[in-house]
């Protein structure tokens, strides 16, 4: 294997791939570096990895590339992705939706941007555009190409890719027999002309001067020849060609001829000529054609691959299988007898298999859609028609399984729905539930889980979104409901949003993150109801709720702790006090009576211990539950404690899940 350092193709773009010898698949990694983003484009596999990582640190850290662009979902092309991540790469990954469903599946965390949904545009901060065009089914239904209008460079992934059995010289650009090469390639991977034909009547309408593609070698001059080339190829598992007389084609020695063409654009003249020094075939070393040979045509027809097998191996073979078979069909011979040997066994094993597939297919997919249709039902609420609380939860659990993603979480209560249903009955109640529905679906993205949790309430999950626009999206769905028109009376929502973002800007660490969250939106939708509904509640609810089941004092100098404590302890209809030194809170335990204080335990003015001694001297306070909180837990304040009779001492962080079941012991609820 050949390393190679990066080398600029356009300006601001450079080739990070490494020259392979060895490998019929030859890696092709690019970087547009666009003002302060970086964009790589098809990092490669896993055995890439360190070569590409090292070529393009020489041109930016790994910490400063901001778009990773994925044509399709190969291994060959991204399963390098999870090893980037850890390098430190955090970037958004660029491609089609169809391409993310499988892409995820090695195990990247990084947020993805789906062209599809963006009009196939990209647009950079220092206003370069990079466009997508979807080539569906060459070779993936989700393949995109990419062109960077400003230095007119196509990227195509497996587009215009080719075989390189050897590495023919140091050069990255396409020579005079690249296109046999390329032909080759897409002989054995696109479906057919059907497919590439479309695509390529677009490209030839493009002003390209660059095709960078994923395999095989940068194409720079006959850019038109090459685009030409594919949308005349006709290839495929279901191709016929076109039936021609082999002694117009110069007999066994032009078959022959044609078979050594495309070798030469695979591996180079000399490489393939070097094979048949020993052999009684005569081969012109500057046309490469056959001269001379001492036997008959059909045996020389089977020298030939005898030879390439014999010094080369199947892998030699392999790339022009069906290259052979399609000259075999033209003009009506018997396949070299190499190829039977070969891959005769393998395909009546497949002839006997295909009925058995079949049956099984047809058994699978029936079997498929019937689960899919109970599957449907099931998860479905019969009115609406959203999802039910049960899949709801269900995906909640499957989302958090790895760790804390950015989200949000909204819930939506129908303010009037029951006097609606009183007044016009269920009928009419469970169209406006409908109605509803409807109208958050098209407000709200794609990627949105959306579900009927109970009664009047409607669950919105919104993974990937950013805390910052949630209330608007909330405020946006509510205005929408209250002024539609589609209901048989003006509806109001009450809406409560809650946001991962909430749970990591403190150092209480939830153990059950997906219940606080469920804690904390249910306690702000029924906020927003006691606001007197038609109302977003994206904060805490306000200090003093109706029928408190108890007062709290939480004592602490960090608000980040206080907000997110007093958020969950609202949200369980206590009443919470915030106070941030001691002496304050002395004083608000005098006037307040608490029924249980949280304290940390290094406060201004007077710490968690002085006041939990102040209450101890007080008959009326001494009993009342004191919990202290701090980063430092030794023996020494572990026996002050014991001493002060501290009903619990948490170490931060510490789980919420844990002080919650500690407060709710003591209270009794």
């Known amino acids: 294997m050949k390393s190679k350092k990066p080398i600029e193709i356009a300006e601001d773009i450079f080739w990070l791939g490494i020259k392979n010898g060895e490998e019929n698949l030859q890696c092709n990694p690019y970087l ?12 490669g596999s896993v055995l890439d990895f360190n070569e590409v990582s090292k070529n393009l640190q020489t041109l930016v850290p790994l910490s400063e590339i901001t778009h990773i662009i994925l044509s399709h979902q190969d291994p060959d092309l991204c399963s390098s992705l999870p090893m980037f991540e850890r390098a430190g790469v955090n970037a958004t990954f660029v491609t089609h939706w169809r391409t993310m469903v499988i892409i995820k599946y090695y195990g990247i965390i990084s947020k993805a941007y789906h062209v599809n949904e963006n ?58 027999q690249y296109i046999e090469s390329m032909k080759a390639f897409h002989e054995h991977y696109m479906p057919g002309n059907e497919h590439l034909r479309p695509i390529m009547e677009n490209l030839l309408n493009m002003p390209i001067k660059l095709i960078a593609p994923q395999h095989g070698s940068i194409i720079k001059d006959k850019i038109r020849d090459s685009i030409t080339a594919l949308r005349e190829l ?59 040979f001492n036997c008959s045509g059909p045996e020389l027809w089977n020298t030939v691959f005898d030879v390439i097998y014999a010094t080369k191996g199947l892998s030699w073979i392999t790339p022009v299988e069906i290259f052979v078979k399609d000259l075999c069909t033209q003009y009506d011979i018997q396949p070299p007898e190499i190829f039977n040997s070969l ?90 539930l409908r109605n509803i529905a409807y109208l958050i679906k098209e407000s709200i993205p794609k990627i949105s889980l959306t579900a009927r949790m109970e009664g009047a309430i409607i669950g919105i999950y919104l993974p990937g979104y950013e805390e910052k626009p949630t209330a608007a999206l909330a405020e ?10 589609a209901n048989i009376e003006t509806v109001s929502i009450s809406i409560g949003t809650a946001h991962t973002a909430e749970l990591k800007r403190s150092d ?5 993150p997906i219940s606080v969250l469920l804690n904390l939106v ?76 949280i304290s940390e ?37 572990i026996e002050r404690a014991a001493a002060l009779k501290i009903t619990r001492y948490f170490k931060k962080p510490y789980f919420l899940s844990e002080m919650v079941g500690v407060v709710k012991n003591n209270l009794g609820i």
Not at 249 to 270: D, F, H, M, W
């Open 601 to 637: 335990i290094m406060l201004p003015k007077a710490d968690g211990f002085l006041i939990r001694e102040k209450m101890m001297a007080q008959s009326a306070h001494s009993n009342i539950p004191f919990i202290i909180t701090s980063h430092v837990k030794n023996e020494e304040t």
């Open 234 to 292: 006709e290839c495929g598992s279901f191709l016929n060609p076109i039936k021609k007389k082999i002694a117009e084609s110069g007999g066994y020695t032009g078959i022959c001829n044609k078979v050594l063409k495309r070798y030469y654009s695979i591996a180079g003249k000399e490489t393939v000529i070097s094979c048949f020094k020993s052999i009684d075939i005569l081969i012109n070393q500057e046309t490469g054609s056959i001269e001379d």
């Open 343 to 432: 891959f005769m066994d393998m395909e009546k094993q497949s002839e006997q298999l295909g009925e058995q597939y079949r049956e099984l297919k047809e058994r699978s997919e029936k079997m498929e859609a019937l689960i899919e249709k109970t599957q449907r039902e099931l998860a479905q609420d019969s009115e609406t028609k959203l999802y039910n609380s049960n899949f709801f939860n269900h995906t909640l659990k499957n989302e958090f399984e790895t760790g804390i993603p950015v989200s949000a979480l909204l819930f939506i209560h129908i303010d009037n729905l029951q006097n609606i249903n009183l007044k016009y009955g269920n009928k009419t109640g469970n169209q406006i």
């Open 476 to 485: 946006d769905i509510r205005l929408k409901v209250y002024e539609s028109k």
């Open 522 to 597: 249910s306690g702000r939708v029924r906020q927003a109801q006691q606001n007197g509904g038609n109302y977003v509640c994206a904060t805490n609810p306000v200090e003093t709720q109706k029928d408190s089941l108890g007062k709290v004092i939480v004592v602490d100098d960090d608000q980040m702790n206080t907000d997110v404590l007093k958020t969950i302890l609202e949200s369980m209809l206590l009443e919470v006090k915030v106070l941030h030194d001691g002496q304050a809170a002395l004083e608000e335990i005098e006037l307040y009576s608490p029924d249980i204080i």
């Open 119 to 176: 009009n196939f545009l990209l647009q950079l901060n220092n206003g370069r555009e990079l466009k997508f065009l979807h080539a569906p089914y060459l070779h993936f239904p989700g393949a995109i190409l990419t062109f960077d209008e400003k230095t007119e460079t196509l990227f195509t992934g497996d587009l215009f890719g080719a075989f390189t059995i050897n590495s023919l010289n140091d050069d990255i650009y396409a020579d005079e």
């Open 508 to 512: 209480i660490l939830p153990e059950d």
């Open 32 to 43: 547009i570096k666009a003002g302060a983003e970086n964009i790589l484009i098809d990092p």
